[in-house]
């Protein structure tokens, strides 16, 4: 029997929820991750990467609303880089409702959610972060950039976040990724930056840098 299971009635993301199997040898409570693909990528890309990142951890996957030229995102833009800023506020509230439904929905703990973001979806988690502070207890952004500073600055409190960005990466330029790291800093984030050479695509060493920041982090 599958471990996915059907997709219920209380919200039109179309997203894929897989239940945790089990917690970590000791004990400890795994968090859910939240897996939030980039542009052109759906509910399915990003759920392998969760499984190899925390094994056996609880997985909600939805699926960007908006379309661009027919590829799934999860909020507008006007052109490469310059956001909507109006429907990005508007499509983080959405999204975050989404993660508190579903955390009644499925019976996970809500204060356990950790965002596993790349690109488009990176940047809508740490919109997440910055405008509905409280749904997140962690972040991984691959391949993020700042999209908008909030005034005042929420309280994070701490909230853990990783960011891995690329030198070499021709989309987001090296500033607006610093911005974002400075930015959540400011809002008392503990955030951890690992700059890599490579492109906006992501590498294996994404991968074991995520694995070993989370095993410390969460101690799983």
Do not use: C
Not at 117 to 143: C, F, K, V
Not at 164 to 181: R, S, Y
């Amino acid at each position: 029997m599958s471990n996915e299971q059907s997709v219920p009635q209380f919200t039109d993301f179309v997203h894929r929820f897989i239940p945790a199997k089990s917690d970590d040898e000791a004990g400890k409570k795994l968090p859910t991750l939240l897996l939030l693909h980039g542009t052109g990528g759906n509910e399915d890309d990003l759920l392998d990467l969760g499984r190899s990142l925390v094994p056996g951890a609880a997985l909600l996957s939805p699926r960007g609303k908006v379309l661009e030229n027919g590829m799934p995102r999860f909020f507008r833009r006007l052109a490469e880089g310059i956001f909507d800023l109006e429907d990005l506020q508007r499509r983080t509230d959405e999204l975050a409702d989404f993660v508190s439904a579903a955390s009644e929905a499925y019976h996970f703990d809500p204060t356990q959610v950790v965002a596993l973001g790349y690109s488009n979806g990176a940047n809508i988690a740490a919109s997440m972060l910055l405008l509905r502070p409280g749904i997140l207890h962690g972040a991984i952004l691959l391949r993020a950039m700042i999209q908008l500073v909030p005034d005042p600055l929420p309280e994070l409190a701490g909230i853990p976040t990783l960011i891995h960005a690329g030198n070499m990466d021709p989309i987001i330029p090296v500033a607006q990724t610093e911005q974002l790291v400075h930015v959540l800093r400011q809002a008392g984030a503990s955030v951890t930056e690992r700059w890599m050479n490579v492109g906006h695509g992501l590498t294996r060493e994404d991968l074991r840098s995520a694995k070993a920041w989370l095993q410390k982090t969460y101690h799983i």
